[in-house]
């Protein structure tokens, strides 16, 4: 296979067409998430904790993905949260959440996504996998609202273009967060907490990496940081605030696991700083594992 031209994947498609396919597939599952959602939730399992919760939605809302993908690309790969990898001979991958953010949609909080994600081959990729992200959606299935980015296109929201806030003062940044499904995990990153929330305007806890990646990218929050999250919870939403004007890495965390740091560019070193001042890494000094 020959070097793909900037802006296309191995197989010759555009990182624009990837983005509007993603977009498309993503809405049609949160279609039915939001259809299941109004017949009633069933809890069918957990994972990490008896609080880390798997519905049949989920698995639903993942089989959709992975079936209409297979129609409409069958050779790329699929990587999803509820069902093993699936391998591709196109150079593409698809990274898939089927719902970001469960616990909110059992309760009925409208703060629940879906994440879709193409990659491409990249040894240099932020993430270290060798896979790195081209274009993704989120959608926010309670409101329909869809957020979407390709490399080097832009992100935009409902097809208008976003931006991050910019030059905000750390004393002036409202940050996003989450916590582990781990009691002694939590305790650890409340203290953090305890460190950070003095020097910031405030602390939210939403619920959904996907969307709280989103929030930074359009400027209704000023940075994200949660220890913990999978690939497919944050796929699509760091390219998003990538293009949207917003850095990201991947440190070491207090708990053991990457913690995952997302801010405008402008500022974005004072962020980091205040972070790891306040105890959210295991090492102040120790090197990234993934950038903008």
Known sequence: MSAPRPGTAP??????????????????????????????????????????IVTATDRASEALVRSLLGRLRPD??????????????????????????????????????????AQVPDPDSPLGDGWRTVAGAVVNVATGEVVEASEGGGARRGGVP???RRDVPLAQRLV????????????????????????????????????DLCSVA????????????????????????????????????VGGRAL??????????EMRDAVVAAGFTADPAADTTAAE
Request: with cysteine; proline share 4%.
């Open 11 to 52: 197989d010759g498609t555009s990182y624009a067409a990837l983005r509007d396919l993603a977009s498309g597939v993503a809405q049609q599952a949160a279609g039915l998430v939001r259809r299941e959602r109004e017949a009633g939730v069933e809890v069918t399992s957990t994972k990490s904790s008896p609080i880390d």
């Open 76 to 117: 790329d790969g699929v990587v999803g949260e509820e069902d093993d990898p699936r391998d591709g001979s196109s150079g593409v991958r698809w990274v898939v959440d089927p719902i970001d953010g469960t616990v909110n949609f059992l309760y009925g909080i409208p703060q629940y996504a879906v994440s879709l994600a």
């Open 162 to 164: 976003l931006q991050v």
């Open 176 to 211: 996003l967060t989450g916590f582990s499904y781990d009691a002694e995990q939590r305790r650890t990153q409340a203290q953090a907490l305890v460190g950070l929330l003095p020097q910031v305007r405030d602390v939210r806890r939403m619920g959904s990496a996907a969307l």
């Open 218 to 253: 359009a400027g209704h929050a000023d940075a994200y940081l949660e220890e913990g999250t999978r690939l497919w919870d944050h796929a699509a939403g760091v390219l998003v605030a990538s293009e949207a004007g917003a850095r990201w890495e991947l440190l070491p965390g």
């Open 260 to 269: 995952l740091l997302c801010a405008p560019a402008a500022g974005y070193d």
